[in-house]
């Protein structure tokens, strides 16, 4: 999978799954820009309102020895893909809520 491909990811020790944007694959993990899957249909109700947010998106790094498998989002049969789902709950397409705020800068933190 490439960068910029929406993605579920399973997670063992502890068990998880974690949806949201592919930032990068490599070696020693995955980057990935996006959110736990149980606060999915929260963290969408409310960009849909207009208040003040209380969920946001974050970018978290897992290590390869944790992710069990990743899954690209799509459709399955009748069963929505997670973009749908927001789509439908939201009116508006997931990709510009899943925009780092933050710009890479491509070097060490300081």
């Known amino acids: 999978m490439d960068p ?17 944007v592919l930032k990068q694959l490599g070696p020693a993990g995955i980057t990935l820009r996006g959110i736990d899957v149980e606060l999915f249909d929260d963290w969408a109700r409310q960009a849909r309102g207009k208040g003040e947010p209380e969920l946001g998106l974050v970018t978290l790094f897992f290590p390869l020895h ?45």
Do not use: C
């Not at 997670?82 to 899943?98: I, K, N, T």
């Open 4 to 20: 910029g491909t929406i993605v579920l990811v399973h997670l063992v020790s502890p068990k998880e799954k974690y949806w949201g």
């Open 66 to 110: 944790r992710v069990e498998k990743m899954f690209e989002d799509a459709r399955v049969g009748a069963v929505a893909s997670y973009q749908e789902r927001f789509l439908g709950m939201v009116g508006r397409d997931v990709r510009s809520f899943l925009v780092d705020p933050v710009p890479d800068r491509g070097g060490p933190l300081n």
